[in-house]
């Protein structure tokens, strides 16, 4: 698979680096950026060994998104491998800092700078905040044990009610990465929207493809689990969101 065209570097990240450049930063820049290629050098590496097709990568000025083609029902537990690769590659960043240091490659400063703003990144992409990583690890969670229309909801749900309280209880935070809240905010809204036809794009997968999974008996199509064989009241699930789509076409 070659990435080399689907990589993406974010105008206002070329700016930041300019901007470092012309102010003495650019080194302390330069890091951030590489901590950041790391982390999403390792959500591709999972994705790679389970063979899931990357659309792109893109840098930002603040973090990197990676966009991949997959269906919504694919193994949760890869789906939890391929979140938590990225904070694996920067474990391993971390140790890779505390090496060079010692072997006085890295001058103090440097090293205190890199070693905390990697563990910064490590911790912030936990927050359970739409599209962060903790975000969707709180989802799969919810996933092994509850049905995948509730789970969206109170995934969204969360992640509002997370932004909220860290703006009533850390403004000043919020002031400082005002950027960034504003992004992590229209995600949020984003996702909210595009509820309906996630949920849609579930269905129809379901009515689709063939998933070998345990067998599950649901209540009503809102009751569908995401890695389990459906069956309400004794029907398939395809039988069923056939009929479900026929109604709401009609």
């Known amino acids: 698979m070659n990435l080399s065209n689907k990589f993406k570097i974010h105008s206002l990240t070329w700016l930041m680096l300019f901007v470092g450049f012309l102010t003495g930063y650019f080194r302390y820049i330069v890091s951030i950026f590489a901590i950041v290629v790391i982390h999403e050098c390792g959500h591709i590496f999972m994705m790679r060994i389970f063979k899931r097709k990357v659309i792109s990568i893109e840098i930002l ?127 949020c809204i984003e996702e909210l929207k595009n509820e309906p036809f996630i949920l849609n794009r579930f269905y129809f997968e379901r009515m689709t493809y063939v998933f070998d999974y345990p067998r599950k008996n649901v209540k009503n199509i809102a009751s569908i689990y995401k890695n389990r064989t459906n069956y309400v009241d004794g029907i398939h699930e395809q039988d069923v969101i056939k009929k479900y789509f026929t109604r709401i076409t009609h």
């Open 61 to 187: 000025p603040f973090g990197g998104l990676t966009k991949i083609d997959a269906m919504i029902s694919e193994n949760i537990c890869e789906d939890l491998l391929i979140c938590v690769g990225g904070i694996f590659f920067q474990t391993i960043l971390g140790f890779v800092f505390l090496y060079l240091y010692d072997g006085v490659f890295l001058e103090y400063n440097l090293f205190k700078f890199l070693n905390s703003y990697n563990i910064f990144i490590i911790l912030f992409n936990l927050v359970p905040i739409c599209p962060l990583d903790g975000y969707k690890i709180v989802k799969l969670l919810g996933e092994m044990f509850l049905p995948f229309k509730k789970v969206q909801k109170l995934a969204i749900s969360l992640s509002i009610f997370v932004i909220l309280g860290i703006s009533f209880y850390r403004l000043d935070m919020v002031k400082d990465n005002i950027f960034v809240f504003i992004f992590l905010l229209f995600m």
